[in-house]
DNA sequence: GTGAAAGCGCTAACAG
DNA sequence: CTGTTAGCGCTTTCAC
């Protein structure tokens, strides 16, 4: 007999004069053994120094006590609120997050799903509402609960929670529309795969057009999610004569870059120009100016998304699809002022 | 025979017209076996949407493929940098990552490293060096493999690899120091339970100290990690007739708060007073004034963190701790000036 | 309430 | 190179 290197259910159990089974029902189900026994073991336990084997409990197409989840990146603030509400409430629940990153890239998001899948996770978090067919077909071919975040729609394959990010983009142009601007310049990021950026785009266009704006296309500004990126672009737009009036920026760190590109330029925020984001990032009521933006609520859309991915965890007959939309809201602040 | 619902390793096998022994080494050990039969399996896997069971595997003793992450919280650009670094070169590594989050509560963080250890994980990242005694423990008891980030010290329990945070803090102090200045506030997050902020801190005092300069108690402002409370505390302090020519800020987090106290005083930075950080987060470059601060390359340290440990975890018979002090560096730019 | 025994899905010898 | 066999650590019927 060779020496094993860690306790197992088995010693605990012989330390505790009872079976393997019993210590067993002790984790599992603590009321179905009498409160002296389970005392006994609990001191087996800490004697031994065991700890659970949660993989040799998976096996047994139960609980994994894991889910998954699938982000673009961490990288960023974008997601980190947004990330620690739904981690901190899965944790409440009793799960253990197991992250993957694919760095916007949705082929890496398929196959981290796989990946997650293989170490059996009961339910999977994912960003946006694009996604892979082979990814949806996935999920739905596993029957696996699944929630999207960030972005709301009503007519998704699997239960979302977010913001309607149309609707965000209306409001912030709706507003700075209000403020009687025309001349209105834009600076997003890629919209390739990023339903997000592009919804919200969508919304921003939609108003102008109504309002009969256009919007020339070296006013239309690319730029990464960096204040870097977005102040350097947003230079050679500031620096022309021929310059507009308002800038609505994709997110709130493109705005900063935005405001910081004016700035150092000399000209003054709102007065020379009005600056809008989206998003409303911690931070973002603090900035010099404060900025004028959409508030999105990540918390919220991370911790709802967490309960109904628990819920679904524990009625899977239930096969409803869950959709929540997070209400956007316009936080008015000094960075955008009337023209 | 009821119908199982997902398709298992006999099921592969079956449909290659192998053995399920053949199966698993097709997964484990691919050159052992004939490159048709492999292709079989392929096959069959395709036709069965089978997905490996790891939990199984790793009831084996062997892999699990994951890797725990204990981190203070995800909710702030502070970690991030260093957790998608480290994420990504485990991942290239074939791991996945299990994070877990204690809101800097050093019990809650033992209570995650035993969770993460049912897991089995087969290697542990950890955020600093000050840890519960029960935490040392445990990971030396089960020869976890395991590396603590962000701050260095030569005499560590386990390996590490970060900036040395006196270090820095003795780099920043002494550049404001050479500027000139004597009048010097501190705006510093609580140390309690926070090794990195506490070796700042001690840097800094360190060098002010042999210069013979005192920090008023009043100059000593505390704060939390938000742009919002630093800014909040630091306008009385710079409001008042009796005020510092230099602030020394524990990050730049809370050195973007003072510059935004500062200015929103009608104050400029750095003419009226300069404003020092330590970290160089991603943007800390493009602010207006860019911010002096100090670079501790969070990017090297997540990934030379991962590299550790994926040696630690593939060579678990050397019980070396690597230690790696990745050097700290000061960044000279336009929020601080001679005095 | 508790124990005995039969697996869960997979892998690692060992033969062949 | 591949199949056979014996478990890994745990959970769960079913008796007692």
Redesign the pocket.
């Known amino acids: 007999m060779k020496t ?1 290197k860690y306790a ?3 010693d605990v159990a012989n330390h505790a004069g ?5 210590v ?2 002790c ?2 189900h603590p009321d ?3 409160p002296d ?1 389970r005392k006994q073991i609990q001191i087996a336990v800490e004697q031994t120094g065991y700890i ?2 949660r993989a ?2 998976a ?4 609980r994994s006590g894991t889910v998954g989840l699938i982000v673009p990146t961490l990288d960023n603030a974008i997601f980190s609120n947004l990330i620690q509400a739904f981690t901190e409430q899965l944790n409440a629940n009793g799960f253990t997050m197991l992250v993957a990153t694919h760095g916007y890239d949705l082929d890496r998001e398929y196959k981290l799903l796989r990946s997650l899948l293989e170490h059996r996770v009961e339910g999977i978090g994912l960003i946006g509402l694009d996604h892979k067919e082979e990814t949806y077909a996935l999920i739905e071919r596993r029957e696996t609960p699944s929630v999207a975040m960030w972005n709301y729609r009503p007519d998704t394959r699997i239960s979302c929670v977010g913001a309607d990010n149309i609707e965000a983009g209306k409001l912030i142009a709706q507003h700075i529309l209000d403020l009687g601007h025309k001349r209105i310049a834009l600076a997003f990021p890629d919209t390739h795969e990023n339903d997000r950026a592009a919804s919200r785009l969508t919304g921003v266009l939609d108003v102008l057009k109504k309002a009969d704006i256009q919007v020339p296309a070296d006013w239309r500004l690319n730029t990464t999610y960096s204040i870097r990126n977005a102040r350097e672009v947003s230079v050679d737009l500031l620096s022309s004569h021929d310059r507009p009036t308002a800038i609505i920026a994709g997110n709130d760190v493109i705005a900063q870059g935005v405001i910081y590109a004016a700035q150092s330029l000399g000209m003054n925020v709102p007065g020379d120009v009005s600056v809008a984001g989206i998003g409303d990032f911690s931070g973002s009521a603090h900035l010099l100016p404060s900025l004028t933006t959409i508030k999105l609520r990540s918390n919220k859309v991370g911790r709802s998304a967490a309960l109904i991915l628990d819920e679904l965890i524990n009625d899977r007959e239930n096969k409803n699809i869950h959709r929540l939309d997070i209400k956007v809201e316009l936080m008015m602040r000094e960075s955008t002022s009337k023209l």
Not at 18 to 22: E, G, H, I, L, Q
Not at 59 to 62: F, K, L, Q, S
Request: hydrophobic share 35%.
């Open positions: 094993k197992d259910i088995i009872v079976s393997p089974a019993t067993s029902r984790f599992n179905m053994v009498r026994t659970r084997n040799a409990q096996i047994h197409g139960r």
